[in-house]
T-cell receptor
Framework: GNSVTQMEGPVTLSEEAFLTINCTYTATGYPSLFWYVQYPGEGLQLLLKATKADDKGSNKGFEATYRKETTSFHLEKGSVQVSDSAVYFCALRPDTDKLIFGTGTRLQVFP | NAGVTQTPKFQVLKTGQSMTLQCAQDMNHEYMSWYRQDPGMGLRLIHYSVGAGITDQGEVPNGYNVSRSTTEDFPLRLLSAAPSQTSVYFC??????????????FGPGTRLTVL
């Protein structure tokens, strides 16, 4: 079946540190992959997406590359800020209509 | 565009009470869905709709009913609230019903507590 596995958090970093949040998936067919972000007290917002193998999604300094050979979509940012503190969700949408989420990874950035 | 709106933002119910969570979108999206978010479990799909008059069950449908009489609205009904339904509920929509590349847009959520 289709599923998403994310690294457990919280991830705690100092400002300007390098961020990686791991995400791997299991899927049939050719899914699209997404990263959503949830800031405290808010709903989910799309951060970036990739719709086919080797695509790189990017937004606000965050990047993730769709790696079909390793079934991964790791989220990276070169220099995090305090304002990046949030919960990050990896998700996949297979050829069907449903969006399948990972459990979320909380990121805490300290000055 | 207001996007996806949800009401109420917060609600406290007693066990056995019923209520309806409202969701509306003004983007003329075909696809709408309801999720619940619980600690350590991510978001789980409750019900979804691929167009007006069409609904289907998701991963955790028990205790919830939905209907889709218009493209814009997709209310979620709790028939007899239970403490296990204490959660944060999110409504989402996307343009097409069969679009793997389509982005889902989320509402701000309803925080429900059942005593």
């Amino acid at each position: 079946g289709n599923s998403v596995t994310q690294m457990e958090g919280p991830v705690t970093l100092s400002e300007e540190a390098f961020l990686t949040i791991n995400c791997t998936y299991t899927a049939t067919g050719y899914p699209s992959l997404f990263w959503y972000v949830q800031y405290p007290g808010e709903g989910l917002q799309l951060l970036l997406k990739a719709t086919k193998a080797d695509d790189k999604g990017s937004n606000k300094g965050f990047e993730a590359t769709y790696r079909k050979e390793t079934t991964s979509f790791h989220l990276e940012k070169g220099s995090v800020q305090v304002s990046d503190s949030a919960v990050y969700f990896c998700a996949l949408r297979p050829d069907t209509d449903k969006l399948i989420f990972g459990t979320g990874t909380r990121l805490q950035v300290f000055p | 565009n207001a996007g996806v709106t949800q009401t109420p933002k917060f609600q406290v119910l007693k066990t056995g009470q019923s209520m309806t969570l409202q969701c509306a979108q003004d983007m003329n999206h075909e696809y709408m869905s309801w999720y619940r978010q619980d600690p350590g479990m991510g978001l789980r799909l409750i019900h979804y709709s691929v167009g007006a008059g069409i609904t289907d069950q998701g991963e955790v449908p028990n205790g919830y009913n939905v209907s889709r009489s218009t493209t814009e609205d997709f209310p979620l009904r709790l028939l007899s609230a239970a403490p296990s339904q204490t959660s944060v509920y999110f409504c989402a929509s996307s343009r097409r019903s069969t679009g793997a590349t389509d982005t889902q847009y989320f509402g701000p959520g309803t925080r429900l507590t059942v005593l």
